[in-house]
């Protein structure tokens, strides 16, 4: 069956670091882009980051460019979202989802993707 597992998530201080991991299993990991997408309580699920498994074409939100970087290792299967400089605004849960065929357009528009993965709580202090 199709997982997508989220993991690396944790309570950090304000300016620290997290590395989120994505491991995809059960579909053929190049033909889809991987998302980050996170959800604080009472808000919508917000595109973070995407990337291109297959050509390595990088998306970010305004709110984190500078700060998150995405990348994939094609061998693992596997999409990693580097976290530096944190704010206790970047606080929720971290989701990863893969879209079949998707490149620029349409990155961040949560009902083009095909499968999610359930989440890692991130939670950022000052």
């Known amino acids: 069956d199709v997982q997508l597992q989220a993991s690396g998530g944790g309570l950090v201080q304000a300016g620290g670091s997290l590395r989120l991991s994505c491991a995809a299993s059960?579909?053929?990991?190049?033909?889809?882009?991987i998302g980050w997408f996170r959800q604080a309580p009472g808000k919508e699920r917000e595109g973070v980051s995407c990337?291109?498994?297959?050509?390595?074409?990088?998306y970010y939100a305004d709110s984190v460019k500078g700060r998150f970087t995405i990348s994939s290792d094609n061998a693992k299967n596997t999409v990693y979202l580097q976290m530096n400089s944190l704010k206790p605004e970047d606080t929720a849960v971290y989701y990863c989802?893969?879209?079949?065929?998707?490149?620029?357009?349409?990155?961040?528009?949560?009902?083009?993707?095909?499968?999610w993965g359930q989440g890692t709580q991130v939670t950022v202090s000052s």
């Open positions: 990337i291109s498994s297959s050509d390595g074409s990088t």
């Open positions: 989802a893969a879209a079949y065929g998707l490149t620029g357009l349409g990155w961040g528009v949560k009902n083009l993707y095909d499968y």
């Open positions: 059960g579909f053929t990991f190049d033909d889809y882009a």
